[in-house]
Structure formats: structure tokens, C-alpha cells
């Protein structure tokens, strides 16, 4: 399948914000992702982004596209401990349905 | 959105016994898939649980080791067949809502196996 890849960690304090990258290969996606896990529990959907668009905001996230160098970027602001997790990002090829996965970001966010 | 369960939550099985793994969704959709989670790993897609006929699965997932059903638009399920300590996973059931692109996940299913 196509590739989507993610740096695996990421150390942030509380208050900052957090940035977290993904770059994808499949030039058809419809659709991006962005899902959390927080251990021993399923997958949050947090929000998705169509291909068409550049930029979504949602609270204190905001995802970015660059879809002609293929990356995907989630940005928290003002991290909190509660969003200590993994996040998943995940693309959905021209189906726009059965997704790829990221290997994922275990996001850490200290006092 | 939709709420999907998922049961059992968690299960601890002996090698060579099958387990059904059942996916509730509180609405009715078009697309189910089923995913696995190795411990550790991303998710890898099983199949799409197709209503009315035979699951569609990808690569290195065969029909034989994971039968799937789907009766309906809003539940489905999953067997691991015959079962080894390599098939100790979460098995995610995961369905298309709203219309939009949205894909919500239940809460998974713990396999561990002896």
C-alpha cells in the first residue's frame, strides 16, 4: 500500500504548542485524517480534512495541507496533559473510505 | 457521528479455538471495515464488510481466517479463525457516517492468545 509516515515522538511542555507532521504518498487521497489513542482505547476521530483544502480549524486544532509536497500537519494549541496520546494520521486513497495509517506520534506533554 | 461498539471488549483465548468479534453501529451505514492493531503498530485494514455479499479483503488477509458478516446496515462481525499467539491484536471495527468522509472506530477488541 502507499506510504504514510510520522515522526514517533514528540515531547512538548504544557501551555505550548504542539506540531504534528505527516507525509503521505498516495496523490489520490480524498481525504486526511487526523485520530487519537489514548492507551488502551480506540481510536478518536479528531478531525479530517478534504483534499481540496488547505487549511482547517477546528477549537484548538488546526490542520494544515500541502498537497504538492504531500505533508499534513496537526497543530494544538495550548497542549494540555489530557492530550498526551497517540495520533494517528491516515489518508484514504481515491476510495475515500478504507484508510492508511501512520505509524503514529506518541505526543507527550509534561508540566 | 456514530457510536459503534464492539464486543467483546477483550478476550483471552486458547490456540486453535475461533473467536466472533461483533460490531453495533447506532445508525445505519454503507461502509464497514475491520482493521488490526498489533501490538505497538498502526492499523492494517482486514477487509470492507460488504452488506449483501462477500467482504472485500486486502492483501495477506484471507477469508478462511477471517470470515466476516454483514446482515445489515448497522452490524457486522469478524471471527479469527483457528487461532495463534501471532493473531494477539486489537481488532477495530470502523465505519463511514455522516456522509462527509467522517470514519468513526469503535473501541476495539483485545485479543490476547495462549
Known amino acids: 500500500g502507499e506510504d504514510v509516515e510520522q515522526s514517533l515522538f514528540l515531547s512538548v511542555r504544557e501551555g505550548d504548542s504542539s506540531v504534528i507532521n505527516c507525509t503521505y504518498t498516495d496523490s489520490s487521497s480524498t481525504y486526511l485524517y487526523w485520530y487519537k489513542q489514548e492507551p488502551g482505547a480506540g481510536l478518536q476521530l479528531l478531525t479530517y480534512?478534504?483534499?481540496?483544502?488547505d487549511m482547517k480549524q477546528d477549537q484548538r486544532l488546526t490542520v494544515l495541507l500541502n498537497k504538492k509536497d504531500k505533508h499534513l500537519s496537526l497543530r494544538i494549541a495550548d497542549t494540555q496533559t489530557g492530550d498526551s496520546a497517540i495520533y494517528f494520521c491516515?489518508?484514504?486513497?481515491?476510495?475515500?473510505?478504507?484508510?492508511?495509517f501512520g505509524k503514529g506520534t506518541s505526543l507527550l506533554v509534561t508540566p | 457521528s456514530a457510536v459503534i461498539s464492539q464486543k467483546p471488549s477483550r478476550d483471552i483465548c486458547q490456540r486453535g479455538t475461533s473467536l466472533t468479534i461483533q460490531c453495533q453501529v447506532d445508525?445505519?451505514?454503507?461502509?464497514m471495515f475491520w482493521y488490526r492493531q498489533q501490538p505497538g503498530q498502526s492499523l492494517t485494514l482486514i477487509a470492507t464488510a460488504n452488506q449483501g455479499s462477500e467482504a472485500t479483503y486486502e492483501s495477506g488477509f484471507v477469508i478462511d481466517k477471517f470470515p466476516i458478516s454483514r446482515p445489515n446496515l448497522t452490524f457486522s462481525t469478524l471471527t479469527v479463525s483457528n487461532m495463534s499467539p501471532e493473531d494477539s491484536s486489537i481488532y477495530l471495527c470502523?465505519?463511514?457516517?455522516?456522509?462527509?468522509?467522517?470514519?468513526?472506530f469503535g473501541e476495539g477488541s483485545r485479543l490476547t492468545v495462549l
Open positions: 445508525s445505519q451505514v454503507t461502509m
Open positions: 491516515a489518508e484514504s486513497g481515491d476510495s475515500g473510505y478504507a484508510l492508511n
Open positions: 470502523s465505519a463511514e457516517a455522516g456522509g462527509g468522509g467522517e470514519l468513526f
Open positions: 480534512i478534504f483534499s481540496n483544502m
